[in-house]
């Protein structure tokens, strides 16, 4: 499972960070990434970075946020700077994982949402 934890209520211009950790019996994680998404908004890919290091943002955050990992703890990361009140939503991690009981097969996971809330 995912287990996610940092969002909180910060003021515009502000940071967080969020972490979100893959527990049990993991063979190894491949690509890792954050979403956002609350009701009467779309889901949005925030981030992804591979298992190598590579990675993607969306527009909207690119220069603002930044996801890394680390591989020997299966844990991802998403430091966010200079937030602003759009960035409001709840955050949700994503895995591909590859447990020893499923291997050479991988499922995607989720995380159980953090809520990160900017105020202006």
């Known amino acids: 499972q995912l287990v996610e934890s940092g969002g909180d209520l910060v003021q515009a211009g502000g940071s967080l960070r969020l972490s979100c950790a893959a527990t049990g019996s993991i063979f190894t994680v491949n690509d890792m990434a954050w979403y956002r998404h609350s009701p009467g908004k779309r889901r949005e890919l925030v981030a992804r970075?591979?298992?190598?290091?590579?990675?993607v943002y969306a527009d909207s955050v690119k220069g603002r946020f930044t996801i890394s990992r680390d591989n020997a703890k299966n844990t991802v990361y998403l430091q966010m700077n200079s937030l602003i009140s759009e960035d409001t939503d709840v955050y949700y991690c994503?895995?591909?994982?590859?447990?020893?009981?499923?291997?050479?097969?991988?499922?995607?996971?989720w995380g159980q949402g953090t809520q990160v809330t900017v105020s202006s």
């Open positions: 970075i591979t298992s190598g290091g590579s990675t």
């Open positions: 994503n895995a591909d994982v590859i447990s020893y009981s499923d291997y050479p097969s991988s499922y995607a996971y």
